[in-house]
């Protein structure tokens, strides 16, 4: 299998079914050339105009199976960090409604 047929996979957490995203690149240890990780890229905030999230690194003993159109993983990542209420988007509707 190649990089270009992982990455058309969707990675899947078996535990909470949730779709992760998409393999966007491979981590190797350069001393025995074995794989360790998938990195999935964090995901863009706005559109990417304000940065992207964390990437996250899915260790490769974390793979359950890779089928046809899914890699399931069983990893526990940890819990999105907590957004501050008031953002962009509330000061946006507050101010409208003034």
Do not use: Y
């Amino acid at each position: 299998m190649t990089l270009a047929e992982l990455c058309k996979k969707d990675v899947i957490q078996i535990t909470t079914g949730a779709n992760l995203g998409r393999v966007d690149d491979l981590r190797f240890d350069p001393a025995d050339a074995r794989l360790t990780d998938l990195v999935l890229f964090g995901r863009p905030r706005l559109f990417g105009l304000l940065g992207r999230e964390e990437d996250v690194a899915i260790p490769w003993q974390d793979l359950v199976n890779v089928g046809a159109d899914v890699i399931l993983v069983k990893t526990e990542l940890p819990p999105p960090a907590p957004r501050p209420h008031g953002g962009l988007l509330a000061r946006l509707l507050s101010g409208a409604a003034r």
